[in-house]
């Protein structure tokens, strides 16, 4: 089955300084994942996806991530954080085995604070 | 273009009513997703229309329905209401005929059961 763990439930960060939010996923075979970002009473906007073109995946916003098959991780990074950042941050997988669908599973989620 | 608009936005129920809720999807898209939020259970899938017919559906009881209708707005109804429904309860919607996973979400339904 597929699954994604995100290792951090929060993260705080100064306004300026580097973010990494960490997320490590299990598929049977080459999975899409993605990154979502959902700000407070807000939907879900997707933020990137990497789907095996290329294992460095940028995104909206500055955001970038890169897939490593060998660490089974899908971690998202941005150079400088921005106040605008602060949110919640879902590490997502697609659920392939139902066929052409766009069933997600989501991972729990790392709740992202920037401090000024 | 207008995004995903989903009524209304907050509602109270009491247990054993029951409530449906409405989802209009990005005009063009054909594919509403529906999800349910839960500080307990996280995001979960509850399932899928696509051209009126359901294509996937998630793990939750047969309390949980929906349908999808020749304009792709979408309707979810859920019956017999328990505490443990409340929730957020967030539509997507998707351009594609095949799967990408990029989809769109509205605001999403509060909903409280009392």
């Known amino acids: 089955a597929q699954s994604v763990t995100q290792l951090d439930s929060h993260v705080s960060v100064s306004e300026g300084t580097p973010v990494l939010l960490r997320c490590n996923y299990s598929?049977?075979?080459?999975?899409?994942l993605f990154w979502y970002v959902q700000h407070p009473n807000k939907g879900l906007q997707l933020l990137l996806k990497?789907?095996?073109?290329?294992?460095l995946v940028k995104g909206i916003n500055g955001f970038e991530a890169e897939f490593k098959k060998s660490e089974t991780s899908f971690h998202l990074t941005k150079p400088s954080a921005h106040m605008s950042d602060a949110a919640e941050y879902f590490c997502?997988?697609?659920?392939?085995?139902?066929?052409?669908?766009?069933?997600?599973?989501f991972g729990t989620g790392t709740l992202l604070a920037v401090q000024p | 273009k207008a995004g995903v608009t989903q009524t209304p936005r907050y509602l109270i129920k009491t247990r054993g009513q029951q409530v449906t809720l409405s989802c209009s999807p990005i005009s063009g898209h054909r594919s509403v997703s529906w999800y349910q939020q839960t500080p307990g259970q996280g995001l979960q899938f509850l399932f899928e229309?696509?051209?009126?017919?359901?294509?996937n559906k998630g793990n939750f009881p047969g309390r949980f329905s929906g349908r999808q209708f020749s304009n792709s707005r979408s309707e979810m109804n859920v019956s017999t209401l328990e505490l443990g429904d409340s929730a957020l309860y967030l539509c997507?919607?998707?351009?594609?005929?095949?799967?990408?996973?990029?989809?769109?979400f509205g605001e999403g339904s509060r909903l409280t059961v009392l």
């Open positions: 990497y789907t095996s073109a290329a294992t």
């Open positions: 997502v997988v697609s659920d392939r085995y139902g066929g052409a669908t766009n069933k997600l599973i």
């Open positions: 598929s049977s075979y080459s999975p899409s």
């Open positions: 997507a919607s998707s351009p594609a005929t095949g799967y990408t996973g990029e989809l769109f």
């Open positions: 229309y696509f051209s009126e017919t359901q294509r």
